[in-house]
């Protein structure tokens, strides 16, 4: 009897199982022949392969039968993160399905291995493979979502913050000359400001880039630009050289987050077919940057007019004023930066699948809007998500003040940022991160070096060809006379200057030699680079003017008086032709870029990224040694303008290349150490090109021609990009 009993509930239990496979065969079928049924775009992008229908769990931890059938486990029970079930179980096209528990099926045979009993080696070739699948599946969701206005107001957005960065670079050359006049800035101090502004956004790129990779890229990006205008800002109000030093430091850090950062935000959100394209059209921005910049020092610095004074201790002038007017782009950008959403590709490289979720059907929302078709319908509801590591992670004392706790978060956030840059230097993107290195450093090299060495060339050639007009007045005797007009590029020996009376004028590029002044009378004397050397004055009488010891050389002063002296230094730009000359030169060699800049982008994706780096870098050498031919300001703009229109395409594609190299737990920090590794050239090219210039023309050719061939030969050792998808 028990037998039989025996054999009547195996009967049953074996028509149970066979009821439920075949419960689950139907499903799969069922959902196979929806999928035929469905329209060509989503038939086109299946993605089963990457819910391991198979066996085993699913990346969420679900059993591949419940994923297929997407309702009811043994019991009968329905998942409480599901919705949109009807009474027969059914799932709405479209629904998203929540993330499945882990744990469910726990008691069943086959159970795969617990984390805990892993190694770290298993962990980490576990979340490498779920990387790989990720990557596929990311590049299917990208494409379901298509391009369209979420990308290009996205563009818009991360342009500002790129032309911030353009705007930054330039704001150093054309305030440098103003502010150090301004500040009375001795020559040992000079050219300071350049140097240290770009060690700010050196090590900018690399802290800003690294956070990124923790923090976010929307959060990171807004932090550095809110440092980079606010910094920006204050500068234009502080009178002390030391202090203003300080304040662009701190703002050229700020602003070196937003090259790594925008690029890897943008790269995050663009499918492989148009992210060479768009990329590039990303770069232009840089060149707006240049053009604004240019544009309104222009409009703003000769404009001395444009300017306002506390008394003697506070003065607020032009410059200061282009200052302001350049912080605009950045704080526009954080305003609109304010609206976007964070990548979906970061919050699922760190395990936030449910807000990737919703910031990809934003995306898709909003470009199926757009076209017309807001009844389409986001057919993904699961997206794979790497295995998330446990960090280890040094506790503190929660009791310890407020300024400890900061000072721990600090100093744990830079041991990450360090680890991740250490993991760049790993298999399998360590030699990719070599060559980087060396191709962005080499194209910044020639790059800065040769900006700073072309108008530096050109105001010498000026500043020659003013020394040729010259006029040398010897043995002059003047008595009597009265001076109420400017005095320009003059030299005057051995005169005699008696009972005269200089008064509401102006000396400019004046100098006086043995000359002597005898019961002189200086009144609203201005003098602008202009000197007294071994000179004598008897009986004069000085009232509101700039002369002082500092223009007195080797000078006497014998019963003479000066009052109410004007203090700090004295700046003047009327018709300062070579102020215009200046920004002028740099518009037009900021604008030559714009052919480049069109053809990069159109064939960005055609011709390949190595091939236009290489051949860009190769033919920007190759140029160089045209400038034996610059003999004239004309022949150097000409230069110029070829130079920067030849090196932009390597500029371009190189942005593309380093985004698409590093995957995305690394992008960021990779693109940070590529980008200071930039700075840094910058720093070397500016301080040894600037040191050439009237020296010699065959040092700085041959070294530009020779770090610009070098580069661009190592850029051709990287591998292509263009058919892979973002890792």
Known sequence: ??????????????????????????????????????????????????????????????????????????????????????????????????????????????????????????????????????????????????????????????????????????????????????????????????????LGMMFGAFFWGGLSDRAGRKQCLLISLSVNGFFAFLSSFVQGYGMFLVCRMVSGFGIGGAVPIVFSYFAEVLAREKRGEHLSWLCMFWMIGGIYASAMAWAIIPHYGWSFSMGSAYQFHSWRVFVVVCALPCVSAVVALTFMPESPRFFLETGKHDEAWMVLKQIHDTNMRARGEPERVFTVNRIKVPKQLDELVEMHNESANAALRVLFKIRTELGAIWATFMRCFDSPVKENTVKLAVVWFTLSFGYYGLSVWFPDVIKHLQADEYASRVKIHNNERLEDFTFNFTLENQIHRNGVFLN????????????????????????????????????????????????????????????????????????????????????????????????????????????????????????????????????????????????????????????????????????????????????????????????????TKAVPILMASTVLVGGGLVGLRLPDTRANVLM
């Open 500 to 695: 005269d009376r200089f008064i509401g004028m102006k000396f400019k590029a004046v100098t006086f030699i043995d000359s002597s002044f005898i019961n002189c009378y200086f009144e609203d004397v201005s003098s602008l680079g202009s000197f007294f050397k071994n000179c004598t004055f008897v009986d004069s009488f000085f009232y509101n003017t700039d002369i002082d010891d500092s223009k007195l050389t080797n000078s006497r002063v014998i019963n003479s008086s000066f009052h109410h002296n004007k203090t700090g230094c004295q700046m003047t730009f009327d018709d300062d032709y070579s102020a215009y000359w200046v920004y002028f030169v740099n518009f037009l060699g900021t604008l030559a870029v714009l052919p480049g800049n069109i053809v990069s982008a159109l064939l960005m994706d055609k011709i390949g990224r190595l091939s236009m780096l290489g051949g860009s870098m190769v033919l920007s050498g190759i140029s160089c040694f045209f400038l034996w031919f610059g003999t004239s300001e004309s022949m150097m703009i000409f230069m110029l303008c070829l130079y920067n229109g030849l090196s932009i395409s390597a500029w371009n594609s190189l942005d593309v290349v380093t985004a698409e190299l590093y995957p995305t737990d690394r992008r960021g920090t990779g693109f940070g150490f590529c980008n200071a590794m930039c700075k840094l050239a910058a720093v070397l090219g500016n301080l040894i090109f600037g040191s050439l210039v009237g020296i």
């Open 1 to 198: 009897m028990d037998d039989v009993q025996n054999n009547r509930t195996a009967l049953a239990k074996g028509a149970k199982d066979i009821a439920k496979e075949a419960k689950r065969h139907a499903a799969k079928n069922i959902g196979k022949a929806v999928d035929r049924a469905s329209d060509g775009y989503s038939s086109s992008r299946s993605y089963d392969r990457f819910q391991n229908d198979d066996e085993g769990e699913s990346a969420y931890g679900r059993r591949p039968d419940d994923v297929a059938s997407g309702v009811e486990d043994e019991d009968g029970a329905s998942s409480d993160a599901t919705e949109g079930h009807d009474d027969e179980d059914e799932i709405y096209e479209g629904e998203y399905q929540g993330v499945p528990a882990r744990g469910d099926g726990a008691a069943e045979a086959g159970r795969p291995v617990s984390d805990s009993a892993k190694s770290r080696t298993e962990l980490e070739s576990e979340r490498r493979s779920d990387e790989e699948e990720l990557a596929q599946q990311y590049e299917l969701i990208m494409q379901e979502c298509g391009h369209g206005r979420f990308q290009w107001q996205l563009f818009f957005v991360l342009g500002l913050a790129l032309m911030s960065d353009g705007v930054e670079v330039f704001v150093v050359g054309f305030v440098l000359p103003s502010a150090e006049t301004d500040m009375c800035v001795p020559n040992s101090g000079a050219g300071w400001l350049g140097s240290i502004v770009y």
